[in-house]
């Protein structure tokens, strides 16, 4: 820790902001987790495992090449992709209104937080 540090603790403290995640400032705000949008991001992540496991077992079953095993892959998860994007920010979005934190006419993305 340098000096300029030591001496002057609270500017340090203003210099460098805490950062959180927009689920803990939600929480924050509220009192309450978005439940509905923590289980579609954990959704997320367990869907793409899921994929990316499908995409060898399939490479390993069928004769085909990796290229186009993984082209097969790419055409038929984009759509869900997307899909699944809107849905995370139409649940993010549910949960912000649902505690007065985002008026009927405002759209957020997906963990962007209103001000204050």
């Not at 509905?36 to 496991?53: D, K, P, T, V």
């Not at 390993?60 to 082209?71: A, E, G, K, N, P």
């Amino acid at each position: 820790m340098s000096a300029r540090r030591k001496a002057n603790p609270q500017k340090s403290a203003t210099t460098y902001p805490q950062r959180t995640t927009a689920f803990a400032e939600y929480r924050r705000r509220t009192g309450e987790w978005p439940v509905l949008s923590i289980a579609l991001y954990a959704g997320r992540l367990l869907l793409m495992l899921a994929g990316i496991s499908f995409l060898f077992w399939y490479g390993r079953i069928h004769s085909t090449t990796f290229t186009r095993t993984t082209l097969y892959f790419l055409l038929a998860t984009l759509p869900v992709a997307l899909g699944w994007s809107v849905a995370e920010s139409l649940a993010w979005n549910h949960d912000l209104r649902r505690k007065g934190l985002l008026s009927g006419q405002m759209i957020m993305g997906v963990r962007q937080m209103p001000p204050e």
